[in-house]
């Protein structure tokens, strides 16, 4: 089965532009999906797509893809962005389809 | 709005089986991929398995040999078993709601995009 890579943490300051990335296979066939945790809460599906973000999520979130590769922007990070960042797709190499998460990405917003 | 309910047993002894279940209330229940997530303490997501309303799974190979997810479409419900839990298996588990969609001109998309707030599960002796 197909796996996802994430940077473990990255750091941005207050206001900057922050880009985590998402390296995988299965991310030829499928756009990532992004989610955002915070401590002791359910994750919150933040991107999805070529670049979709839900109802509520703040616009300075977007997301790109090329080849193998997804990231998500956040373009003026603000404090309450500091959170757990994970990409999932669907991965259809094995014999079933299945689904994938990153590791995570921890971002610091200093 | 669509809210994912789930509950079940929180503390298990090793060799025991873990039972969750979650509800869907607020929206269809046909037409999505159902799927249970769980998060060992200061760790990443891990994907257990899906079920959609007819009952069709799949599951993550890693796991495959003792997991078991079921649907009662009656009770817009669906439940995880996990059998032989060992240590290994404290974590937070969540249930979901997957949908897909795209094409071959736009390119594939599946997300997640309901989420259930997520059951601790400590197995201990």
């Known amino acids: 089965s197909s796996e996802l890579t994430q940077d473990p943490a990255v750091s941005v300051a207050l206001g900057q532009t922050v880009r985590i990335t998402c390296q995988g296979d299965s991310l030829r066939s499928y756009y990532a999906s992004w989610y955002q945790q915070k401590p002791g809460q359910a994750p919150v599906l933040v991107i999805y797509g070529k670049n979709n973000r839900p109802s509520g999520i703040p616009d300075r979130f977007s997301g790109s893809s090329s080849g193998n590769t997804a990231s998500l922007t956040i373009t003026g990070a603000q404090a309450e962005d500091e959170a757990d960042y994970y990409c999932?797709?669907?991965?259809?190499?094995?014999?079933?389809?299945?689904?994938?998460f990153g590791g995570g990405t921890k971002l610091t917003v200093l | 709005q669509v809210q994912l309910q789930q509950w079940g047993a929180g503390l298990l002894k090793p060799s025991e089986t873990l039972s969750l279940t979650c509800a869907v209330y607020?929206?269809?229940?046909?037409?999505?991929?159902w799927s249970w997530i769980r998060q060992p303490p200061g760790k990443g997501l891990e994907w257990i398995g899906e079920i959609n309303h007819s009952g069709s799974t799949n599951y993550n190979p890693s796991l495959k040999s003792r997991v078991t997810i079921s649907v009662d479409t009656s009770k817009n419900q669906f439940s995880l078993k996990l059998s032989s839990v060992t240590a290994a298996d404290t974590a937070v588990y969540y249930c979901?709601?997957?949908?897909?969609?795209?094409?071959?001109?736009?390119?594939?998309?599946?997300?997640?995009?309901?989420w259930g707030k997520g059951t601790t599960v400590t197995v201990s002796s």
């Open positions: 979901a709601r997957g949908l897909g969609g795209g094409s071959r001109s736009v390119g594939y998309y599946y997300y997640m995009d309901v």
């Open positions: 999932n797709s669907r991965d259809s190499s094995g014999n079933h389809s299945n689904w994938v």
């Open positions: 607020g929206g269809s229940f046909s037409g999505y991929y």
